[in-house]
């Protein structure tokens, strides 16, 4: 049933401090009433909403389907007593309603959100290079900015995980794609593609781990890293690798310490995924095969107030 990640919507306290930091970041922002929309330069389609309130709260995650998805869906929501609700947050297409912790879910027939239209960078790598008589860096290259191209996945606090997956596969559909038992779990799209659009971890009460945006190259992954480290925003983890995923990764975190991650080179996983094994393995198994450093100890902290 649901097929793609469409947009996040967080609260927020200071909505120009939002902006700072991901304009910075790399994406483009427009004004709608009271709220900010962010999107990758040339796609219009907005991933994140920041909206005024009093604490950073991630309020709302927006999930594709098609029609036949949708049908389904509603059927599945039925089944299993979960009620519609109007939208809480004004004016947007799709259905609304509260997964089993209470955190809103709004559901819409829309396509995948499609990549920015940027052209990746050609890489030379061995026996295929491609990038012939073509300088990949010059002194202009140090004042380059990170632009993602989509927003990959999120991955949010669960104060019972298994509970969580239960949801997400059973009624939503979606399937689990890695997971370390009851502490973390990835979950990919029903017809496949990203090895994860939303995951959950383990904590005493819901909240936003982390966004993450595509990016075209691991050289753009510490672009966009080293640019916001310099502005004095704060390292999460990274440069690394990860395990679950197997994507490139550095992690900075947000001015309400939630992070925002660069990926680059995910696992792809397809609709007809039968010879796909999903590992449970331990947290740190799942992590990464290599780091710059160690993931620091506030890494699966929640900094989310609890409601």
């Known amino acids: 049933m649901i097929r793609s990640l469409l947009q996040v919507g967080m609260t927020v306290p200071e909505l120009e401090v939002g902006r700072a930091f991901y304009e910075l970041f790399g994406l483009e922002t427009r004004v709608s009433g009271d709220d900010l929309l962010f999107h990758c330069e040339g796609s219009a389609q907005e991933l ?3 909206m005024p309130g009093a604490r950073k709260k991630l309020s709302y995650v927006s999930l594709g389907t098609n029609a036949a998805g949708m049908d389904a869906l509603m059927a599945n929501l039925e089944r299993h007593g979960v009620a519609l609700a109007p939208s809480p947050f004004g004016p947007m297409a799709g259905i609304w309603f509260r997964d089993p912790h209470g955190d809103w879910l709004n559901v819409q027939v829309a396509e995948p959100q499609p ?23 010059d002194p202009s290259s140090q004042q380059k900015r990170a632009r993602p191209r989509r927003m990959g996945h ?21 399937k689990v794609s890695d997971r370390a038992g009851d502490v973390l779990a990835f979950l990919r799209g029903s017809a496949g593609g990203d090895h994860h659009i939303v995951a959950f971890a383990q904590s005493t009460h819901t909240g936003l781990h982390h966004l993450s945006f595509e990016v075209g190259d691991i050289d753009e992954i510490e672009i966009g890293a080293q640019t916001l480290l310099r502005a004095g925003y704060k390292d999460g983890f990274g440069l690394g690798r990860h395990v679950g995923g197997s994507n490139y990764f550095h992690y900075i975190r947000d001015p309400w310490n939630s992070l ?3 990926f680059w080179d995910i696992d792809v996983i397809p609709e007809d995924d039968s010879e796909w094994e999903a590992l449970n393995v331990t ?21 989310e107030e609890r409601e």
């Open 48 to 50: 994140l909403r920041l």
């Open 115 to 137: 990549s920015s239209t940027q052209a990746p960078a050609e890489i030379n790598a061995p026996g295929r290079y491609r990038r012939i008589g073509t300088r990949a860096c």
């Open 154 to 174: 999120l991955i949010k606090f669960s104060p019972d995980v298994d509970k969580s997956v239960a949801f997400y596969t059973e009624v939503l559909g979606m």
């Open 260 to 262: 925002v991650e660069y």
């Open 283 to 303: 947290p740190q198994e799942l992590t990464a095969v290599w780091a710059a450093t160690p993931p620091p100890p506030e890494f699966p902290m929640n900094f």
